[in-house]
């Protein structure tokens, strides 16, 4: 168990270097690869008064003169050992691990993320604990009165739902809801929930309706599939053949059988939506991690950028061990593996 | 149980459970499994029906020129006659007429159902050739992985596992936003569309890749493979031979239900703004324009709609073929 | 949803002088009215709700991040207009609407700057009794400090660079951080604790403007922290910070160490300001109009789904001031391009652009602005009213005239070119959209190329090679002075001497000798009427040579905060003047 753990571990560490090695070549070989020089890459990091010195210096503080391999290692040795950071009338150390400082406002990157967090935070657990308890009751309902009018309208709505693309259902939501009947909050009114938690409940409803009903529809597609596909199966019968009461198989049987699958994709799932709801951010202007990372992009700030998709990619890794691991409680078969 | 693509992060609709292992068809008297399936699919109306509407979308996306020549007006012309050029709104609230079906955008004028009938060319397009290339991906090296097993199968897992737990859209905004105008020969909206059919392609091949390897590995230790195998078969001929008839249904099936979600990604980087340039129409690019006008409804609501259609259409008929080409799954 | 057209004043920090109320929707250019009536324009050139009343807080909110709170750095008209509250700069412009707002006065210094020697050397006293906020007195070491840090643009890239430029440095001076040690007083000496002395390369009688850029604001050397002192500004102002998380919001409190007796403009009504950073656009307009908000500080006006609730509706249409904003917004038509280098194919696309559909692009009269005909706003001195190109009565464009310049210049058919824009940016967007279709009529065909906005001058609409080689025969552009007159607003789009081959100018398409030495002979001339006409007539020689198309003379649509008072618009600053509001 231990070395599984590790092994993990280090397969996730190897991971996330892939990531940050991708990324990194996105943004220095693909613009050098059409001409870009240091000079060109530094000018977006000045303001419109900058003369060609300006330009040198802000290329060579930013480290473009050097190969990329070499910046490459100065931002990884950030983040295991820290950095310095010359501010002008001193230094400053940016304790490990530092994700180094943005290009374009020169703050720290790593305090940025732990700040936008709890926004992405809030958006997921909230939209995750409705979509589980409405995905899964609708599914479990579906599967046990299959065939029935009720199943057929709620495969119908899970149906529409899952065709539904969320800067539309969110779009649409705003209008109606926020726009024309008064009843949420407009785009973009995010209050911390230890500044007010009745605003904070407030500004994310609709947020979390939308993004819940999306998952909500593929959640009960798959709870009816797999409960459909247990209650089928031989001990199911067998359990039924005992004698014990119908509630007992459908729920002792069934549902545990069918949910273990489901476990998997939740843990992808809300690890994925932990490093940025983009889509869901972007049309509520939350700002969380996945606002960040598309506002990092379009500044051209990479190490904005580096940060948050280490960060996502660190929970994806994260929350699928975490899965791998309960796994192994739930079902004991996986620890032999 | 398989994950979708996770392309959209946040709202990847993942296709229903692909009933791992089993094996489609056992073929009895004479009719090809292909015949059963299409019997079984023309009994199932709703998947018809999606059927259907797949195909009407194709012929408007085809004939869409034709179309737009009867009921509309060219899709990137201006209108401002028709605008208020105080609030930026169409004159009346939405213009809709006899001559604007679906009414007209605010401040531009042009007309929304051309340009809906347009952005259908570049959903559907974008959708196919990327659905066709991660299909290339996917086949080739989940069969590889499956076959060979050992360090190979190892190595191109791994290669999965790091594509699921890629944050996909930030990192294909980050790539859009660094192409270029011009590029590997190629320029304009030419280079955009290769551009989208490759990102959406290359990071969705994980999805057919795993299904594939899957069902590459039990049909491996299956009787007539190895009494091909017994009997001297190698293997490349084991291959095309022996397995690949075997995954054309499962990778049918896939690829089918693979459409949609990658329309909708196509839809959700150009809302993000790295599809296809203006003044080119693509659906996701109008909602996005549509955002900045957000109390005005029926620049949103057409757009929008294509997509549902779309998506709903593709991911009914998919349903059902998959319910005709696995029996088991039916139920 | 993606507000990022907040953002486009980056390159555009637009200081106005001039007549507001020349440009339309204004009335007259009274400046010494008042009014508390609710309607449209009130207080545009007139004072809004005039009251002495003290206490309450003012809430502002910013759609965007605060480009810097460091005076040395800060380079946008908003945080101009705001710094006022926390900082003292030398000069500063009068607080009064109308005419008077475009006004240099005495804020820091006792007076005007002197000059004995035509304007080679300046020298300004300093007030007496002026505090910082922790009560150490205002001494010339710390504004001399303050703007030699300025000059550091390793620390502080994204600021003014006129001090360096015109300022006798000693050679390789790189600000007090890394030139340390090294004697200024060739450059900026105090004889004496309130006097500081200004020494130029070069005689510029325009100095005075200089002087009041927030560079100027005093900077305690003890207290100063490079890149970090932004976190925590000292004031000289009757408000100092109290709260500041970057990036999010901040709160200014009274100044103890202010005193009234030393200040001639503030009033100081207001008992705090709270400031909420990155707050989505349509959220801001929601919020002002209900009144939860008092104003959006960036002060470029509603966004377009809040328009036309706005418009539509004659009491939120009451609510709310049309400011001009001395900001041009045109195209480049760039003679490095074929066809473009012959005149008549230049003229062509002047005669054949539909004005109504670029204003459209921007918004329209009330949200975009005047449909321009010329490269001087109205608001600038030396601006001279004229129309070379004629577009017909409804102003869609003159397609006759279109197809015989176009004859002319050998191409009866029309051409093809390539049209840049910045991909970030809708109304640029949706100019190089209208451009498209308005030209086409007479065969001119555009295809268009977004390109990024922090590349677009470095790499590509201002990289002339990169120009030429890609047929970028438009390139849509935009432009506002840091301070008024036809130096601050001309020298850098239409001098051919600013365009670099390696990328970087703002001038895109201008290039003709005789306007670069007409440039000079206005630069050089005191007499101030006889240097304004030569504007005009710089201004008209680039109208005949062709080279820009004008779109629109930018005027914002403010929402006037409905429970402020004093509320009026400072045409220096083309929005609300911050240091006059009080709270109802």
């Not at chain 2, 229903?16 to 292909?34: F, M, Q, T, Y």
């Not at chain 2, 459409?259 to 980087?269: G, Q, S």
């Not at chain 3, 000069?91 to 005495?106: D, I, Q, V, Y």
């Not at chain 3, 130029?200 to 200089?210: H, I, R, S, V």
């Amino acid at each position: 168990m231990i070395t599984y753990i590790i092994r993990r571990l280090l397969a996730a560490v190897v991971l996330l270097f892939i990531v940050s090695a991708a990324v990194f070549a996105i943004f220095y070989l693909v613009p050098r690869l059409v001409g870009a020089t240091p000079e060109t890459l530094a000018t977006r990091y000045v303001g419109r008064a900058a003369t060609p010195e300006t330009v040198n210096l802000i290329a060579h503080k930013l480290g473009f003169y050097d190969p990329i391999w070499v910046q490459y290692g100065r931002w990884v040795k950030g983040i295991f050992f820290g950095a310095e950071y010359d501010y002008g009338s001193g230094t400053e150390h940016c304790p490990a691990p530092c994700f180094g400082y943005s290009f374009i406002t020169r703050q720290p990157v790593w305090p940025d993320l732990l700040d936008r967090l709890p926004v992405t935070l809030s958006l997921a657990v909230g939209a995750a604990v409705l979509w589980v308890f409405f995905g899964v009751s609708t599914g479990v309902v579906s599967a046990l009165r299959r065939g029935s009018l009720l199943d057929r309208t709620a495969m119908g709505v899970s149906l529409a739902g899952v065709s539904l693309p969320i800067f539309f259902t969110g779009l649409v939501g705003l209008l109606v809801f926020s726009y024309k009947l008064g009843w949420t909050a407009p785009g973009g009114s995010y209050t911390p929930f230890t500044e007010n938690p009745a605003d904070w409940f407030y500004a994310l409803l609709l947020p979390w309706i939308v993004l819940a009903f999306q998952f909500s529809a593929q959640y009960a597609r798959l709870t009816r599939a797999g409960m459909l596909e247990t209650l089928g199966e031989d001990y199911i019968r067998t359990a039924r053949a005992k004698g014990l009461p119908e509630r007992s198989v459908n729920v002792q049987h069934g549902l545990r059988a069918a949910l273990t699958p489901l476990l998997t994709i939740f843990g992808l799932d809300f690890g994925l939506l932990l490093g940025g709801a983009v889509l869901t951010e972007q049309v509520f202007s939350l700002p969380g991690l996945g606002k960040y990372a598309v506002d990092a992009i379009t500044n051209n700030d990479l190490p904005k950028v580096l940060g948050v998709t280490m960060m996502a990619a660190a929970f994806v890794v994260v929350a699928n061990l975490i899965v791998d691991l309960l796994y192994a409680v739930v079902d004991p078969r996986v620890r032999i593996s | 149980m398989v994950v979708g693509p996770g392309t959209v992060s946040d709202q990847a609709p993942v296709a229903p459970d692909p009933a791992e292992g089993s094996v489609p068809g056992k073929a009895i008297e004479g009719r090809s499994l292909g015949r059963i399936a299409w019997t079984r699919l023309k009994r199932d109306k709703v998947a018809m029906a999606g059927g259907y509407v797949v195909v009407f979308l194709i012929l408007v996306a085809v004939f869409a020129p034709l179309i737009v020549k009867f009921l509309g007006d060219p899709p990137n012309e201006f209108h401002q006659n028709l605008i208020d050029v105080n609030t930026l709104a169409p004159k009346g609230g939405t213009g809709i007429s006899g001559d604007h079906l679906f009414g007209v955008e605010p401040q531009n004028g042009r007309d929304i159902f051309s340009r809906v009938v347009y952005g259908a060319r570049i959903s559907l397009l974008i959708a196919f050739l990327a659905t066709g290339l991660s299909v290339v991906i996917g086949a080739t090296l989940g069969v590889v992985a499956g076959f060979f097993g050992g360090w190979v199968d190892a190595l191109i897992s791994r290669a999965m596992d790091v594509f699921l737990a890629f944050p996909l859209l930030v990192f294909s905004i980050a790539l859009a936003g660094v192409i270029p105008d011009t590029a590997f020969g190629l320029s304009g909206d030419a280079l955009r569309i290769a551009m989208l059919i490759f990102i959406i392609g290359f990071f969705s091949w994980p999805y057919i890749g795993r299904i594939v390897r899957g069902q590459t590995l039990s049909l491996r230790e299956r009787e007539f493979v190895d009494a091909a195998r017994s009997l001297g078969a190698r293997g490349p001929y084991i291959i095309f031979k022996e397995l690949l008839p075997n995954l054309v249904a499962p990778i049918l099936i896939y690829a089918t239900l693979l459409i949609p979600t990658n329309i909708l990604f196509e839809a959700a980087l150009s809302f993000l703004g790295v599809g296809v340039r203006p003044p080119t129409a693509s659906w996701g690019g109008m909602l996005s324009d549509a955002a900045r006008f957000y109390t005005i409804w029926h620049f949103m609501f057409f757009p929008g709609m294509a997509i549902f259609i779309t998506v709903l259409a593709f991911n009914l008929f998919g349903d059902g073929l998959r319910d005709a080409l696995d029996p088991k799954g039916r139920r | 949803m993606i507000q990022r057209t907040r953002v486009l004043v980056a390159a555009t920090a637009a200081l106005a002088l001039g007549l507001t109320a020349a440009c339309g929707g204004g009335k007259d250019d009274s400046s010494s009215g008042s009014s508390s009536k609710a309607e449209f324009n009130a207080a545009l050139d007139k004072v809004f709700n005039p009251s002495e009343k003290k206490g309450g807080t003012i809430r502002l909110a910013n759609s965007g991040d605060w480009d810097t709170l460091d005076p040395g750095e800060t380079y946008y008209g908003y945080s101009w207009d705001f710094l006022r509250l926390y900082g003292r700069s030398l000069l500063t412009f009068k607080a009064s609407p109308g005419a008077a707002g475009n006004e240099l006065t005495p804020d820091l210094a006792e007076g005007l700057g002197e000059t004995n020697d035509n304007g080679k050397t300046w020298t300004y006293k300093i007030r007496k009794g002026v505090k910082f906020e922790d009560g150490t007195e205002v001494k010339a070491a710390d504004v001399k400090y303050a703007v030699l840090r300025s000059i550091d643009k390793e620390t502080f890239p994204n600021g003014p660079a006129y001090f360096e430029q015109f300022l006798n440095l000693p050679a390789g001076y790189k600000g007090p951080y890394k030139s340390k040690d090294v004697n200024t007083d060739q450059a900026i000496s105090t004889p004496d604790d309130s006097t500081i002395v200004f020494h130029l390369k070069q005689a510029f009688g325009g100095f005075d403007y200089m002087a009041a850029l927030p560079q100027t604001v005093p900077v305690p050397q003890a207290k100063d922290t490079g890149a970090k002192y932004k976190e925590h500004v000292i004031s000289t102002g009757p408000y100092m910070f109290d709260q500041n998380n970057l990036g999010k919001n901040f709160t200014l409190k009274r100044n103890p160490n202010w005193d009234q007796a030393t200040d001639p403009f503030r009033k100081a009504l207001p008992d705090s300001f709270e400031v909420s950073l990155n707050v989505n656009a349509d959220d801001i307009d929601n919020r002002l109009l209900s009144g939860d908000l008092d104003i959006d500080v960036v002060g470029t006006g509603v966004q377009p789904a809040t328009l036309g609730r706005v418009v539509g509706d004659p009491t939120a249409k009451a609510g709310t001031d049309n400011a001009s904003q001395s900001r041009l917004w045109y195209t480049s038509i760039v003679g490095t391009v074929k066809p473009l280098d012959n005149l008549d194919c230049r003229k062509a696309i002047q005669y054949a652009a539909d004005r109504t559909g670029y204003q459209t692009a921007y918004g329209g009269p009330l949200a975009g602005g005047d449909i321009a005909t010329t490269v001087l706003p109205p608001t600038i001195p030396g601006y001279q009213k004229f129309d070379l190109y004629p577009a017909g009565p409804d102003n869609t464009g003159d397609l006759t005239k279109a197809k015989e310049a176009l004859a002319a210049c050998g191409q009866p058919n029309g051409f093809s070119t390539n049209i840049a824009y910045r991909a970030e940016r809708p109304k640029e967007k949706a100019t190089a959209e209208s451009l498209q279709q308005s030209l086409a009529r007479v065969g001119i065909k555009l295809t268009l190329k977004p390109f990024p906005q922090g590349d677009y001058f470095s790499q590509y609409a201002g990289n002339p090679p990169y120009v030429k080689a890609n047929n970028l025969g438009l390139t849509v552009n935009g432009w506002g002075a840091d301070w008024n007159d036809g130096f601050g607003f001309l020298s850098q789009i239409v001098d051919s001497r600013v365009i670099r081959e390696t990328g970087g100018s703002s001038n895109t398409s201008v290039r003709d000798p005789e306007i670069d030495k007409m440039l000079d002979a206005a630069v050089s001339n005191t007499d101030v009427k006889a240097r304004e006409a030569q504007w005009g007539a710089i201004d008209k020689k680039v109208m005949e040579d062709a080279f820009i198309l004008p779109g629109v003379y930018s005027k914002a649509l403010l929402i006037r905060p409905k429970k402020l008072t004093n509320v009026y618009v400072n045409p220096a600053y083309a929005m609300y003047d911050y240091v006059a509001l009080g709270v109802a």
